[in-house]
């Protein structure tokens, strides 16, 4: 069992910066791929970023590419998302996911999700 706590959410003015993170619980937390992603009221729920297990592959939604960077530290079992230049677009509720099958990229059927942090961005 993997428990997922977003932190770092919060109301910042466009243009400026935001580090998510999420602490998960259990032994085993190297073994999972793990994403963000966020929902945006009255929108589906929609990918941010992914990386793998180790580290060494990561993946990024085309709206957020250039701008979010995504990373973990095994030893601590944290995974992190770096924010800059945030747009009015990118406010919604942010949150991790991790998955047994990582594959290009991508998380197959999550095994567990986060309970999310509010991003705002105000323009």
């Known amino acids: 069992q993997v428990q997922l706590v977003e932190s770092g959410g919060g109301l910042v003015q466009a243009g400026g910066s935001l580090r998510l993170s999420c602490a998960a619980s259990g032994r085993t937390f190297s073994i999972y791929g793990m994403g963000w992603f966020r929902q945006a009221p009255g929108k589906e729920r929609e990918f941010v970023a992914s990386?793998?297990?180790?580290?060494?592959?990561?993946n990024y939604a085309d709206s957020v590419k250039g701008r979010f960077t995504i990373s973990r530290d095994n030893a601590k079992n944290m995974l992190f998302l770096q924010m800059n230049s945030l747009k009015f677009e990118d406010t919604a509720v942010y949150s991790c996911a991790a998955a047994r099958i990582y594959y290009s990229g991508r998380l197959y059927n999550p095994d567990y999700w986060g309970q999310g942090t509010q991003v705002t961005v105000s323009s």
């Open positions: 990386i793998s297990g180790n580290g060494g592959t990561t």
